[in-house]
C-alpha cells in the first residue's frame, strides 16, 4: 500500500544522462547558451528539440520546456500611476 492515492500522481521526472563532449565543443555550447541566456543543459534541449521537431520526430507528449525566472504580470494588472 502507498500514501499517494492515484489521484494525486506527481509528473514523471525528467531523465537524467551522462554526456560526453569535446572540450572544445563544451566550451563553444557554453558560450552559446551564455549570448541566449541558457544554461548549457538547457541550451542541449533547446537544440535536440529543434533537431527533432524539424525531423518530424517530436512526440506529440512531450510537455515544453519549463519557463525559467519571473512569472510574467497578469494583463489585468495595472502599474501604479506616476506621482
Do not use: C, Y
Amino acid at each position: 500500500m502507498t500514501d499517494e492515492s492515484p489521484a494525486r500522481r506527481t509528473p514523471p521526472r525528467r531523465k537524467q544522462m551522462l554526456l560526453r563532449l569535446d572540450p572544445a565543443v563544451h566550451d563553444a555550447l557554453a558560450r552559446w547558451a551564455s549570448d541566449e541566456l541558457r544554461s548549457a543543459n538547457a541550451q542541449i534541449e533547446f537544440l535536440l528539440r529543434r533537431a527533432l521537431a524539424e525531423a518530424g520526430r517530436l512526440p506529440g507528449t512531450a510537455r515544453p520546456i519549463p519557463r525559467r525566472g519571473r512569472p510574467p504580470k497578469a494583463a489585468d494588472q495595472e502599474p501604479p500611476a506616476p506621482e
